[in-house]
């Protein structure tokens, strides 16, 4: 089949080209076909190749907006770019603290994010968000379908970015005053190898992941082995054992409320005295497992055609009714692979979507653990355009609640990895091929990169997949000086949202064994031996019942500051103290920093359980769990600490002898106060004198 005359989707209106970098346009086209492409009417032609492919490259240019590319073919046909800007591009990667949304739901989005993403007003900070996609068989020339540069003029546009990413693109652009790209590529859960391609593997002779790669490739194209076919008749064995239990136990634990609620709970002209009010942010029903209703009124305008409006979710957790003036459009069920993330599309009857008010109801079961929604949407098909739901008022009830008898989810729901290798977002290579290969015509300035949750249990592998990381983005951008900037995880306990531990949960921990947290957060530190890379820490500001912490801004503003002063030339300190050395005085360990900036200050933080209050200026004492030491090869103890100048001096009673020092070296860190005078709290840190 001849390849058509096509420009792939990362190319479009108001899309960002990396600024003293050369400029590559490629696309496709009839085989060995002339294509002529002007950029800003400086001509340059080619020939497709046998494949269909050509490119042609543009000299670098300064910053600067509204230049136009167009691209021609000898037939006449033609596609030409608007609005498009050189500037800076960054990519914003990672897992779910990555892919936390400015407007989102619950626990999963921005505090203040509504508001935020109505005040965008940047025509000149834009964004390309990639939907989730999963390729096991290699690169793939286009991003997820509908994928688009959009400048941050819109909540549509501002809502779906990752947070992090572009509370970062806010604060370059106020450095900078040049044009900004930020491009969203996350998937939240993800691991860190999906993001590696095939030949860095290749390369560094990664045998246990190429044959990962193989036998999806093997299953994809030629049908299962005997292996596979066991895997998925016990995946189906799961699914109907979990079907059993909804239908015979968990929806059927109070089919009288069931009836009423499926009776007049979806209708136009419902009694909604009972129901809470307000955004689906602030509703918590789902947070426990149940059947809970959320509805509202929906203005759609003469603007949308009814033949093709469309209810969309990014997903809702677990399963779902939707009505539409108390019809059902759609439902999801546990047939749909990974149905707990699937993104939700249902087709509003033409004969329903005229302009005018209009009521839609949702009725979700959540099966286990906290349930919830993402950005839920009406749209168009065919179309970028949005009419977005989260705020504004809904109301919501629940219809009922599992019975003891009923007892627990009796297995775990098998994704559609389980039963197809096509859909596994943890398979080696698969993220890369489907959300960065794509990528791959554009040039960057560097990365930002926050994930680690997925690989913690294997944190001795991590190090060799983080540089392998760098490796594959680098040569895919040909970008060798493309800079990388991770995030250390956030101090974390347990993901309870809805059922928060105390504050001072921690105040009789004894120190810490070496746990998977603690672990990974040092080999993270190992980015910085690689060229052009570092990290920041975010272990002091997360958050003990809950993996998704809320203060990106924080994140944002350390990982621009650090980028500013590696990559822009800022002057001053970017990050915080890093231990230097030991060195045993008498009873006590002396430990010395790097990045002491200005100097070393203990930030008089309020710290939950300690009696008395607040410690002394400059001190800390054991019952905050900051320090903890130990001798040579006995137990660790918590111990006091001073600043002296620019180090400190740890020591305890209990270990007259001491030869090993630890910082902050916990899941959950509870007092982190150790900061230079710039700002930026002290890394997690474990040493021994020497």
Partial sequence: MQPSFALPNVYSDHMVFQRGMPIEIAGTAPARSLVQVAFDGVKKSVRANASGDWRVEFPALPAGTGHTVRVENGCGAAVELRDVAVGEVWIAGG???MEFPVV???????????????????????ILYAQRAVSPDGPCRDLPRGACWKPATSRDAVGICSAVGYLFGQLLRKRLGVPVG?????WGGCRIEPWIDEGTFRRHRCTKELEQIAAARKVSRRGADE??????RDAAARMRKLETWLRRKFFASAPAATKAALASWARPGADLRGWTRGPLASLTGAKAPGV?????????????????VRFRADWMNDTDEVFWDGRRIGATWIDTPAYWFAMRDYAVPAALARPGRHVVAIRLANHFGTGGFGNVWIGEEGSDARVPLNDGEWAERVEMRPTKACGERPVVPVGAEGTDPRYAFTLPSTLFNAMFAPLSPLRFKGAIWYQGESNASEWRKYGLWQKLLVESWRR????PDLAFLQVQLAGYQRNTPGDRLPDDFWKDFPPEADQAWTDIRAVQEDIRSIRLCDLVTAADIGDHSDIHPSNKREVARRLEALAGKMVY???GTATGPVLKAVARKGSALRCTFAEVGSGLVARETPVCGLAGGMPARGTF???EHAFAIAGARGRWHWAEARLDGNAVVVSSPAVPKPARVRYAWATYPPSMRLFNREGFPAFPFQGRAR
């Fill in 104 to 126: 989102g739901s619950q626990f999963y989005g921005l505090p203040g994010g509504w508001e935020l993403s109505g005040e965008a007003s940047d025509p000149d900070l834009r």
């Fill in 227 to 232: 292996a596979a076919r066991r895997a998925r």
């Fill in 292 to 308: 809970i209703w959320y509805r509202r009124e929906v203005e759609l305008t003469a603007g949308l055609d009814p033949a093709h």
């Fill in 95 to 97: 897992q779910s603290n």
């Fill in 182 to 186: 930020i491009v969203s590529t996350n």
């Fill in 476 to 479: 895919a951008t040909r970008s």
């Fill in 621 to 623: 004492v054991p019952g």
């Fill in 569 to 571: 030339g800022a002057k």
